[in-house]
């Protein structure tokens, strides 16, 4: 028999408070990290006193404003250097197919641009040929034009060319100019993800969003893919905001902000 674990609740308040310093975003004064964990004062200094002599947190000796400590930022070094995001998204994407009863990939940037290392299949068959090793168009595939609005530009326009001039390498996508990329890559920065409808393959459309670090750095791009007729791409759309919430939650984990 499975019941609720018993917790320590001193630890479980405190954790507000430095639930506190990461919404605020910078060195704070008591009142305001006390408002925003929602303690009162002296609660709120009993606790910072404790972290003081930890490391956990320290307090400038002009202005008093509080900020995370050493130990803090130990405990983050630790927390990137052991999480895996490749391995985090390999894992989720198979309950992300589930939930969503699609196709999902997932890419990273190659040495010929964006491409496959993983693909769950969903519970319709689609007539797709993705797998492991493809490579995607930059400028024709959802997965693509999201890299493309986070890379650097001129590492993008070089691999337009490349696009446009290699015959020789099987990509999925026909390959576009760059100034028809720029008008998607805008959208994908605005909306957090790359919709794309009956291309590369006609009847079926396809959502593409990236995981990101706490650089911003892009690590991963996810991709569901599905028959028109399931597979809504609107902006607001269920499918949009499972994977904008999807892509959200493990970038979160990754350290990313969205700011």
Known sequence: MTGKQRGIGAIQTGSRLLNAF??????AMLRELAEQADLTPAQAHAYLVSYRSVGLVEQDTHS??????????????VRLRTHDPLRMTSEEIVTL????GTMVSLSVWGTYGPTIIQVQEGPSQL????????VFSITGTATGRVFAAFL????IAQQVSVEMADKGTQRIGAPSSLTDLRRHTEFVRHHGYAPIEGQPV??????????????GQVQCVVTMIGAAGMMDTRCGGQRAEALLAFVAR????LGYSGI
Do not use: K, M
């Open 22 to 27: 990461v919404a605020i975003g910078r060195p």
């Open 64 to 77: 008093g404003h509080y900020r995370l400590g050493p130990f803090a930022l130990n405990l983050g070094l």
């Open 97 to 100: 197919s589930a939930v969503q």
């Open 127 to 134: 007539h797709v040929n993705v797998r492991a090793g493809t």
């Open 152 to 155: 650097p530009e001129d590492l």
């Open 202 to 215: 006609p009847g079926v459309n396809a959502l593409a969003a990236a995981v990101r670090d706490y650089t």
């Open 250 to 253: 493990l970038s979160a984990n």
